[in-house]
Nanobody, 127 residues
Framework: QVNLVESGGGLVQAGGSLRLSCVVS????????AGWFRQAPGKEREFVTA????????NYADSVKGRFTIARDNAKNTVYLQMSSLKPEDTAVYYC????????????????????WGQGTQVTVSS
């Protein structure tokens, strides 16, 4: 069984930074493409960023481009989301997602394309 556990959420003032971590257990994370999604109250879950299995390819939602950075450490089975210049509209529950892939350079943008999900971590940005 594959499990994803996020951590690092919390309360931060606008303009501040947070780093989220997602530990993948059950299989080696190097076989997975991964992504981060978020869901604000009353809104649908939305794509934030994705990373390929080898970490060489990434993609970002326009709303976070230039402020958020996704990275991975396959030796630690961990995917990171570094968030900077946070805004109140970034407030949401952030979810890590993963799916097994054979191609090292592929990433996925849609939630339906991911097989495994974490439980989510709350990020609250105060103005």
């Amino acid at each position: 069984q594959v499990n994803l556990v996020e951590s690092g959420g919390g309360l931060v003032q606008a303009g501040g930074s947070l780093r989220l971590s997602c530990v993948v257990s059950g299989r080696s994370s190097s076989t997975y493409a991964a992504g981060w999604f978020r869901q604000a109250p009353g809104k649908e879950r939305e794509f934030v960023t994705a990373i390929s299995r080898n970490g060489a390819w990434t993609n970002y939602a326009d709303s976070v481009k230039g402020r958020f950075t996704i990275a991975r450490d396959n030796a630690k089975n961990t995917v990171y989301l570094q968030m900077s210049s946070l805004k109140p509209e970034d407030t949401a529950v952030y979810y890590c997602a993963a799916r097994e892939v054979y191609s090292s350079g592929t990433y996925y943008l849609r939630a339906a394309e991911y097989a495994y999900w974490g439980q989510g971590t709350q990020v609250t940005v105060s103005s």
